[in-house]
């Protein structure tokens, strides 16, 4: 099974930049790694993905270094309504599976 | 993107009884997926239910405890069988559509179940 390591929780003021780091060391070759977002009381939601370098959209941006065993999530501006859990985690599409890990708790605050 | 309803939305049940959640989807979709989040907890992958084809369970479930139908490619069931307290948990469906991003799932509301 796919498997990622990252924090239990993080906090952060409104306004700040938010960096969440994923370990994933045994991602196989053809994976993306990827990102979901989860409100109380709702499903995840897709945030972005990429496989190499750094990926952008309107959301996020996903830094990916050359040996893919890391990503980090950057969340530009953080508000109130960005607190959710954040997940990384990679799986094959071709199967259809993915893999979800323990999750960041991320608490913003005024 | 895809919308995708869940019924019910939670219920109560008793030890020993069965609850079959439906899934709704209002496009056409090849894959879907079913979980399982206890409370507090992460999600877990119970199956992949495609059309025309028996459902892939993961390792530590069932098709006995979490049978599965797909009798069209919008609508799935699961049911949890002979439900014990262990049972209780927010049980989600979710869905890819063909040619969009690679793993990118969506999800219904969740079904919150809790066995008394």
């Known amino acids: 099974l796919a498997k990622t390591t990252q924090p239990i929780s993080m906090d952060s003021y409104e306004g700040q930049e938010v960096n969440i780091t994923c370990s994933h060391n045994?991602?196989?070759?053809?994976?993306?790694i990827t990102w979901y977002q989860q409100f109380p009381s709702q499903g995840p939601r897709f945030i972005i993905q990429?496989?190499?370098t750094k990926v952008t959209n309107e959301v996020a941006s996903l830094f990916i270094p050359a040996d893919r065993k890391s990503s980090t999530l950057s969340l530009p501006r953080v508000s109130l309504s960005d607190t959710a859990v954040y997940y990384c985690?990679?799986?094959?599409?071709?199967?259809?599976?993915?893999?979800f890990g323990r999750g960041t708790q991320l608490t913003v605050w005024p | 993107s895809a919308v995708i309803s869940q019924k019910p939305s939670r219920d109560i049940c008793q030890r020993g009884t069965s609850l079959t959640i439906q899934c709704q989807v209002d496009?056409?979709?090849?894959?879907m997926f079913w979980y399982r989040q206890q409370p507090g907890q992460s999600l877990t992958l119970i199956a992949t239910a495609n059309q025309g084809s028996e459902a892939t369970y993961e390792s530590g479930f069932v098709i006995d405890k979490f049978p599965i139908s797909r009798p069209n490619l919008t609508f799935s069931t699961l049911t949890v069988s002979n439900m014990s307290p262990e049972d209780s948990s927010i049980y989600l469906c979710?869905?890819?559509?063909?040619?969009?991003?690679?793993?990118?799932?969506?999800f219904g509301p969740g079904t919150r179940l809790t066995v008394l």
């Open positions: 985690l990679w799986g094959s599409s071709t199967l259809g599976r993915l893999y």
């Open positions: 496009s056409q979709v090849t894959m």
């Open positions: 045994n991602i196989a070759t053809n994976d993306y």
């Open positions: 979710s869905v890819t559509l063909p040619g969009e991003v690679y793993n990118e799932q969506f």
């Open positions: 990429g496989y190499k």
